[in-house]
Protein backbone atom coordinates (compact mmCIF):
# COMPACT_ATOMS: atom_id res chain seq x y z
CA UNK A 1 0.00 0.00 0.00
CA UNK A 2 1.78 3.84 -0.64
CA UNK A 3 1.19 6.76 1.73
CA UNK A 4 -1.60 7.72 -0.56
CA UNK A 5 -3.82 5.37 -0.47
CA UNK A 6 -5.21 5.65 3.38
CA UNK A 7 -4.40 9.80 3.12
CA UNK A 8 -7.08 9.62 0.23
CA UNK A 9 -9.26 7.33 1.83
CA UNK A 10 -9.12 9.33 5.44
CA UNK A 11 -9.70 12.46 3.46
CA UNK A 12 -13.14 11.41 2.04
CA UNK A 13 -14.13 9.49 5.44
CA UNK A 14 -12.93 11.37 8.59
CA UNK A 15 -13.51 8.34 10.59
CA UNK A 16 -10.15 6.39 8.88
CA UNK A 17 -7.95 9.42 9.87
CA UNK A 18 -6.33 7.53 12.72
CA UNK A 19 -5.68 4.76 11.19
CA UNK A 20 -4.13 6.77 8.46
CA UNK A 21 -2.28 8.91 11.22
CA UNK A 22 1.51 7.73 10.14
CA UNK A 23 0.81 8.08 6.11
CA UNK A 24 -0.29 11.36 7.10
CA UNK A 25 3.15 11.88 9.40
CA UNK A 26 5.35 10.11 7.31
CA UNK A 27 3.84 12.41 4.16
CA UNK A 28 4.62 15.55 5.94
CA UNK A 29 8.04 14.57 6.65
CA UNK A 30 9.26 13.61 3.47
CA UNK A 31 7.61 17.31 2.51
CA UNK A 32 10.28 18.46 5.29
CA UNK A 33 12.88 16.45 3.88
CA UNK A 34 12.46 18.05 0.06
CA UNK A 35 11.45 14.02 -0.88
CA UNK A 36 8.24 14.72 -1.96
CA UNK A 37 6.60 17.72 -3.46
CA UNK A 38 2.71 19.03 -3.61
CA UNK A 39 3.53 19.71 -7.87
CA UNK A 40 6.37 19.13 -10.39
CA UNK A 41 7.25 19.34 -13.81
CA UNK A 42 7.22 16.78 -16.23
CA UNK A 43 7.50 16.69 -19.67
CA UNK A 44 6.93 20.26 -19.67
CA UNK A 45 3.72 20.25 -17.63
CA UNK A 46 2.58 20.98 -14.22
CA UNK A 47 1.34 17.76 -12.55
CA UNK A 48 -0.28 18.37 -8.70
CA UNK A 49 -0.15 15.73 -6.30
CA UNK A 50 -3.31 15.96 -4.84
CA UNK A 51 -2.98 13.44 -2.29
CA UNK A 52 0.05 15.53 -0.99
CA UNK A 53 -1.97 18.81 -0.20
CA UNK A 54 -4.72 16.19 1.48
CA UNK A 55 -2.34 14.82 4.00
CA UNK A 56 -1.06 18.44 4.41
CA UNK A 57 -5.17 18.96 5.10
CA UNK A 58 -5.43 16.17 7.21
CA UNK A 59 -2.02 17.21 9.32
CA UNK A 60 -3.88 20.45 10.73
CA UNK A 61 -6.74 18.05 12.28
CA UNK A 62 -3.49 15.75 13.92
CA UNK A 63 -1.93 18.45 15.13
CA UNK A 64 -2.15 19.60 18.71
CA UNK A 65 -1.70 23.90 19.16
CA UNK A 66 1.36 23.70 21.70
CA UNK A 67 3.52 26.96 22.85
CA UNK A 68 6.96 27.45 21.20
CA UNK A 69 9.56 30.10 22.42
CA UNK A 70 12.85 30.70 20.52
CA UNK A 71 14.65 32.99 22.56
CA UNK A 72 12.34 35.80 23.48
CA UNK A 73 9.73 34.73 20.62
CA UNK A 74 6.83 32.87 21.87
CA UNK A 75 4.18 30.83 19.37
CA UNK A 76 1.15 29.58 20.12
CA UNK A 77 0.43 27.40 17.00
CA UNK A 78 -0.22 23.65 15.50
CA UNK A 79 2.97 23.58 12.92
CA UNK A 80 6.57 23.93 14.07
CA UNK A 81 9.21 25.62 12.70
CA UNK A 82 12.15 23.87 9.94
CA UNK A 83 15.03 22.42 11.92
CA UNK A 84 18.77 21.77 10.72
CA UNK A 85 18.77 24.95 8.11
CA UNK A 86 22.68 25.29 8.61
CA UNK A 87 23.22 21.63 7.52
CA UNK A 88 20.42 22.11 4.60
CA UNK A 89 23.15 25.27 3.45
CA UNK A 90 20.06 27.55 3.80
CA UNK A 91 20.19 31.08 4.38
CA UNK A 92 17.13 32.20 7.24
CA UNK A 93 17.74 35.90 8.53
CA UNK A 94 15.84 36.93 12.04
CA UNK A 95 13.09 37.30 11.75
CA UNK A 96 12.33 35.01 8.65
CA UNK A 97 10.14 31.83 9.37
CA UNK A 98 9.67 28.98 7.56
CA UNK A 99 7.16 26.50 8.78
CA UNK A 100 7.93 22.38 9.04
CA UNK A 101 6.52 20.73 5.82
CA UNK A 102 8.16 23.28 3.49
CA UNK A 103 11.37 22.83 1.36
CA UNK A 104 13.93 24.97 0.40
CA UNK A 105 16.66 23.74 -1.26
CA UNK A 106 20.50 24.52 -0.55
CA UNK A 107 21.48 27.88 -1.18
CA UNK A 108 18.27 29.56 -1.06
CA UNK A 109 17.97 32.71 1.12
CA UNK A 110 15.04 33.63 3.24
CA UNK A 111 15.15 37.49 4.53
CA UNK A 112 12.65 38.67 7.38
CA UNK A 113 9.73 36.76 5.19
CA UNK A 114 7.95 33.78 5.34
CA UNK A 115 7.52 30.37 3.92
CA UNK A 116 4.64 27.98 4.21
CA UNK A 117 4.18 24.07 4.69
CA UNK A 118 3.68 22.22 1.66
CA UNK A 119 6.05 25.04 -0.40
CA UNK A 120 9.22 24.99 -2.09
CA UNK A 121 12.05 27.38 -2.61
CA UNK A 122 14.85 26.40 -5.36
CA UNK A 123 18.33 26.93 -5.07
CA UNK A 124 19.65 29.84 -5.21
CA UNK A 125 16.61 32.11 -4.77
CA UNK A 126 15.96 34.68 -2.27
CA UNK A 127 12.31 35.55 -0.24
CA UNK A 128 13.33 39.07 0.34
CA UNK A 129 12.26 40.51 2.97
CA UNK A 130 8.19 40.66 4.19
CA UNK A 131 7.91 38.54 1.44
CA UNK A 132 5.80 35.49 1.90
CA UNK A 133 5.78 32.07 -0.10
CA UNK A 134 2.15 30.67 0.68
CA UNK A 135 0.90 27.08 1.30
CA UNK A 136 2.11 24.92 -1.51
CA UNK A 137 3.56 27.71 -3.77
CA UNK A 138 6.62 26.10 -5.90
CA UNK A 139 9.23 28.39 -6.57
CA UNK A 140 12.15 27.47 -8.83
CA UNK A 141 15.82 28.26 -8.83
CA UNK A 142 17.28 31.41 -9.03
CA UNK A 143 14.32 33.62 -8.48
CA UNK A 144 14.36 36.54 -6.54
CA UNK A 145 11.30 37.56 -4.79
CA UNK A 146 11.45 41.18 -4.03
CA UNK A 147 10.19 43.11 -1.02
CA UNK A 148 6.60 42.64 0.08
CA UNK A 149 5.90 40.14 -2.70
CA UNK A 150 2.65 37.91 -1.76
CA UNK A 151 2.35 34.49 -3.46
CA UNK A 152 -1.20 33.04 -2.37
CA UNK A 153 -1.52 29.74 -0.67
CA UNK A 154 -3.18 26.94 -2.41
CA UNK A 155 -4.49 24.11 -0.36
CA UNK A 156 -8.73 23.73 -1.44
CA UNK A 157 -9.30 22.16 -3.59
CA UNK A 158 -6.48 19.43 -3.14
CA UNK A 159 -6.51 19.30 -7.03
CA UNK A 160 -6.35 23.00 -7.72
CA UNK A 161 -2.80 24.08 -9.18
CA UNK A 162 -0.49 25.74 -6.50
CA UNK A 163 1.39 29.66 -7.41
CA UNK A 164 4.21 28.49 -9.46
CA UNK A 165 7.16 30.77 -10.75
CA UNK A 166 9.62 29.00 -12.65
CA UNK A 167 13.29 29.16 -12.80
CA UNK A 168 15.17 32.46 -13.04
CA UNK A 169 12.14 34.88 -12.84
CA UNK A 170 12.27 38.07 -10.97
CA UNK A 171 8.95 39.18 -9.49
CA UNK A 172 9.03 43.18 -8.22
CA UNK A 173 8.37 44.82 -4.96
CA UNK A 174 4.70 44.44 -3.61
CA UNK A 175 3.58 41.83 -7.07
CA UNK A 176 0.80 39.59 -5.51
CA UNK A 177 0.43 36.05 -7.26
CA UNK A 178 -2.83 33.93 -6.77
CA UNK A 179 -4.88 31.45 -7.66
CA UNK A 180 -2.54 29.36 -9.56
CA UNK A 181 -1.17 31.43 -11.60
CA UNK A 182 2.02 30.32 -13.82
CA UNK A 183 4.78 32.53 -13.93
CA UNK A 184 7.11 31.07 -16.45
CA UNK A 185 11.08 30.57 -16.66
CA UNK A 186 13.01 33.99 -16.89
CA UNK A 187 10.07 36.20 -16.67
CA UNK A 188 10.12 39.87 -14.85
CA UNK A 189 6.99 41.31 -13.29
CA UNK A 190 7.64 45.20 -12.46
CA UNK A 191 6.59 46.39 -8.92
CA UNK A 192 2.92 45.98 -7.80
CA UNK A 193 1.88 43.28 -10.77
CA UNK A 194 -1.49 41.62 -9.46
CA UNK A 195 -2.33 38.44 -11.08
CA UNK A 196 -5.32 36.39 -10.13
CA UNK A 197 -6.42 33.18 -12.49
CA UNK A 198 -8.54 35.96 -13.95
CA UNK A 199 -6.65 39.03 -14.24
CA UNK A 200 -6.29 39.84 -18.37
CA UNK A 201 -2.57 39.95 -18.87
CA UNK A 202 -2.13 41.80 -22.17
CA UNK A 203 0.46 41.60 -24.88
CA UNK A 204 1.46 44.40 -26.36
CA UNK A 205 4.48 44.66 -28.35
CA UNK A 206 2.39 43.77 -31.54
CA UNK A 207 0.08 45.73 -33.42
CA UNK A 208 -3.32 43.80 -31.94
CA UNK A 209 -3.48 42.99 -28.01
CA UNK A 210 -3.10 39.02 -27.19
CA UNK A 211 -4.92 38.59 -24.23
CA UNK A 212 -3.90 35.57 -21.99
CA UNK A 213 -5.33 34.40 -18.09
CA UNK A 214 -3.12 32.16 -15.74
CA UNK A 215 -0.05 32.67 -17.32
CA UNK A 216 3.08 34.71 -18.04
CA UNK A 217 4.96 33.27 -20.61
CA UNK A 218 9.17 32.81 -20.06
CA UNK A 219 10.85 35.33 -20.48
CA UNK A 220 7.96 38.21 -20.59
CA UNK A 221 8.60 42.01 -19.06
CA UNK A 222 5.61 42.62 -17.38
CA UNK A 223 4.30 45.97 -15.94
CA UNK A 224 0.77 46.73 -14.20
CA UNK A 225 -1.57 48.22 -16.71
CA UNK A 226 -5.54 48.90 -16.85
CA UNK A 227 -8.28 48.60 -19.43
CA UNK A 228 -11.31 49.98 -20.33
CA UNK A 229 -14.47 48.31 -18.71
CA UNK A 230 -18.21 49.45 -19.42
CA UNK A 231 -20.44 49.67 -15.76
CA UNK A 232 -24.10 50.74 -15.95
CA UNK A 233 -22.69 54.18 -13.83
CA UNK A 234 -20.20 54.71 -16.78
CA UNK A 235 -16.66 53.38 -18.22
CA UNK A 236 -13.99 52.74 -15.66
CA UNK A 237 -10.30 51.48 -15.79
CA UNK A 238 -10.18 47.91 -14.39
CA UNK A 239 -6.48 46.15 -13.44
CA UNK A 240 -4.74 43.92 -15.91
CA UNK A 241 -1.01 43.32 -16.43
CA UNK A 242 0.88 44.38 -19.32
CA UNK A 243 3.62 42.09 -21.40
CA UNK A 244 6.08 44.96 -22.80
CA UNK A 245 8.70 43.03 -23.89
CA UNK A 246 10.86 39.97 -24.00
CA UNK A 247 14.21 39.48 -22.42
CA UNK A 248 17.39 38.99 -24.65
CA UNK A 249 18.88 35.63 -24.48
CA UNK A 250 22.06 35.90 -22.33
CA UNK A 251 24.24 33.53 -20.22
CA UNK A 252 24.18 36.01 -17.47
CA UNK A 253 20.73 36.33 -16.47
CA UNK A 254 21.68 39.01 -13.98
CA UNK A 255 23.31 41.46 -16.97
CA UNK A 256 20.03 40.19 -19.10
CA UNK A 257 17.75 40.84 -15.88
CA UNK A 258 19.71 44.68 -15.27
CA UNK A 259 19.32 45.57 -19.05
CA UNK A 260 15.47 44.66 -19.51
CA UNK A 261 14.57 46.83 -16.64
CA UNK A 262 16.54 49.85 -18.20
CA UNK A 263 15.15 49.26 -21.51
CA UNK A 264 11.51 49.03 -20.15
CA UNK A 265 11.85 51.04 -17.69
CA UNK A 266 10.40 48.91 -15.15
CA UNK A 267 9.92 49.56 -11.74
CA UNK A 268 10.96 46.67 -9.07
Known sequence: MTLAEPISAAFADRRLLPEARDAVMDTVAALDRGELRVAEKVDGQWIVHAWVKEAI???????????????????????????GLAG???????????????????????????VNIGARVGEGSMVDTWATVGSCAQVGRGVHLSGGVGLGGVLEPPAAAPVIVEDGAFVGSRCIVVEGVVVE????????????ASTPIVEVTGSEPRVLKGRVPARSVVIPGSMPKEFPAGTFGVPCALIVGQRRESTDRKTSLNDVLREFAVQV
Open 185 to 196: EEAVLGANVVLT
Open 57 to 83: LLYFALAEMRVMEVGPFEFHDKIPLKK
Open 88 to 114: AGVRVVPPGVARYGSFLERGAILMPGY
